[in-house]
């Protein structure tokens, strides 16, 4: 995908009443309101915690840097907003918490979480790149945003394939920017994003009755789908017959709403 690689999460939890999405008296007021914003002491993040404290909202600032964060708190405090700041790499697991920690210490809750975080140490061919910085990319730009939602969000809803899923999206991306780079070379690169499909991988779902019914109400087929209707999709995408299909994904559900 070229679109920006910044999950900007902004999340208006649910501390006191579940209202998210309700606009208060005055549209634009967040007066009361608490908002963390992740690495907000330069750039995107600085300007997102400025404008929610012109808007009333107490916001807690932080980076890696104790100067940058004193330097960010002494600005947004000339602008008489209501700030407070910390050092936090959203990579650490005990910044993590202690931001969070110190948020709740100061104001007793947490409304708007802006998960700005992220990072990107690597240009070039995709096909340069290394384990290396797969790793951080994945680890400060998606996992880090996940473990701060889940520091400030208290909920559980069952039954979610959550990270499976986020792993799987990533690779939609992945197929658009390898498609282009490896065109050059006469190479395609397609993905084929299968719905419930009759494997061992998936048992739990299709040898709970309970389950498959609910699942069967949102396919057109009223069906989980077979091995070899998945490979016959595979085998085409890789013979001549598709010589001129390259950067897509083909979904494959038996006509299973696609969340993708
Ligand atoms: N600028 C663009 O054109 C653009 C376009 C699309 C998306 N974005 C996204 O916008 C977001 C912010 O980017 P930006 O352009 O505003 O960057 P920026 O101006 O370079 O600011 C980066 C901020 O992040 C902090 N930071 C860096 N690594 C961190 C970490 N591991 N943990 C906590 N804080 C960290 C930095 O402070 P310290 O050095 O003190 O940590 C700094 O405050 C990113 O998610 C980026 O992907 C930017």
Not at 29 to 39: E, F
Not at 165 to 171: F, I, P, Y
Request: charged content about 20%.
């Amino acid at each position: 995908m070229r679109c920006s690689g910044m999950f900007r999460s902004v999340l208006r939890c649910l501390r006191i009443n579940p209202v998210a999405g309700h606009r208060s008296m005055s549209q634009s007021s967040l007066t009361g309101k608490v908002a963390i914003v992740t690495a907000s002491t330069d750039g995107i993040g600085l300007a997102a915690a400025q404008a929610l404290g012109k808007k009333g909202a107490h916001v807690v600032v932080s980076s890696r840097r104790q100067a940058n964060v004193d330097r960010a708190v002494a600005l947004l405090q000339s602008q008489s907003i209501q700030v407070t700041g910390t050092t936090c790499n959203v990579g650490k697991a005990e910044d993590r918490e202690k931001l969070v920690a110190l948020t709740l210490q100061k104001y007793g809750g947490v409304d708007i979480l802006v998960s700005n975080a992220a990072v990107n140490p690597f240009f070039g061919n995709t096909m340069d790149s290394t384990e290396e910085v797969w790793d951080k990319i994945l680890s400060i730009n998606v996992k880090a945003s996940f473990l701060m939602t889940k520091l400030v969000v208290r909920t559980n809803k069952p039954g979610a394939l959550g990270p499976y899923s986020v792993s799987k999206t990533a690779l939609l991306g992945l197929t658009r920017v390898l498609a282009p780079e490896l065109a050059p070379s006469n190479i395609r690169v397609n993905c084929v994003a299968p719905g419930i499909i009759k494997t061992r991988f998936s048992s739990a779902l299709w040898q709970n009755e309970d389950i498959m019914d609910e699942f069967k109400k949102q396919i057109s087929m009223r069906r989980v789908g077979e091995p070899d209707e998945i490979g016959g999709v595979v085998a085409f995408l890789c013979s001549d017959e598709a010589s001129y299909i390259t950067g897509e994904t083909i979904t494959v559900t038996g006509g299973m709403s696609c969340r993708l």
